[in-house]
């Protein structure tokens, strides 16, 4: 018990998402629908944390209707990669276990259809969500 009460006090973590960020996260995957859209997340990452400030278009991607990815292995290796958002023009914004699979950084966004303010979503390498703000 004693553990399960400390790893929830060490991965308490909180995602900032800057407004212009979160719009061109909107337009992207607007253009990409119905298919699904996939993108970097660049920010800084410090006690917990994450603050998003920009973002980049991952090389060789590829989408459907019920998938984004790119292969990682042709990423630069770059600290201020914290993770990627991906869209879910259809359904929840609830990871999938193949997100989780592909889980790449500190945290996974999820933004389902229709692409707004209210319908994005963060979560960790586990599937639990963690609180997101948009500043
Ligand atoms: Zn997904």
Redesign the pocket.
């Known amino acids: 018990m004693i553990t399960v009460i400390f790893k929830k006090r060490n991965f308490e973590r909180k995602v900032l998402l800057q407004k212009d960020v979160l719009d061109s996260i909107v337009s992207y995957c607007q253009m990409k629908h119905p298919n699904?859209g996939i993108l970097i997340l660049k920010g800084k990452s410090k006690n917990g944390e994450i603050k998003i400030d920009g973002l980049v278009i991952p090389p060789f991607n590829y989408s459907g209707p019920t998938f984004a990815g790119f292969p990682h292995s042709f990423l630069p290796f770059d600290m201020s990669y914290v993770g990627i958002v991906?869209s879910?023009p259809s359904g929840s914004a609830e990871?999938?276990v193949?997100?989780l699979h592909n889980f790449f950084g500190l945290v996974s966004l999820?933004i389902k259809s229709p692409y707004n303010d209210e319908s994005i979503f963060a979560w960790d390498s586990n599937g639990n969500s963690i609180s997101l703000s948009i500043v």
Do not use: K, L, N
């Open positions: 699904e991906h879910h990871p999938s193949t997100d999820i």
